[in-house]
């Protein structure tokens, strides 16, 4: 068993957003992404599908030529090879789950682009 509470130690970072590792499973990793409002993640891509979860806040997410504005509650899915975006428009709390097969290392890179 795993256990993780994405509210505890909420770090926002002043001038990126913070990427947690919460743990792994046989067969995902999850990750805590935290944006101050206006922070954004650039284009990017995996090679691997994900799921994104807003648990706080609003995020854009741009996915191509289109944004969809994602609030509390919603999930997407992703497939792999997909570039895509996210820009926080209120502080917000994401939950990122990933193939096993896919690095915490890769998400953190984003950052750096």
């Known amino acids: ?6 509210y505890d130690n909420l770090e926002y970072g ?8 919460m743990f792994e499973s046989d067969s995902s990793k999850e990750i805590r992404i935290v944006f101050k409002k206006d ?10 599908p994900i799921t994104v979860e ?3 806040g609003e995020i854009d997410f741009g996915v191509g030529q289109k944004v969809y504005t994602l609030i509390k509650g ?16 209120a502080d917000s709390i994401v ?7 896919d690095t ?6 984003v950052l750096k682009l």
């Open 1 to 6: 068993m795993n256990k993780f509470n994405i």
């Open 14 to 21: 002043e001038s990126k957003v913070k990427i947690t590792p």
């Open 39 to 48: 922070q954004i993640m650039k284009d990017h891509k995996t090679s691997f």
């Open 54 to 56: 807003i648990f706080e």
């Open 74 to 89: 919603d999930i997407v899915s992703l497939e792999a090879s997909i570039v895509h975006n996210l820009k926080a428009n």
């Open 95 to 101: 939950r990122l789950s990933l193939s096993k097969a």
């Open 104 to 109: 915490v290392a890769r998400v953190q890179g």
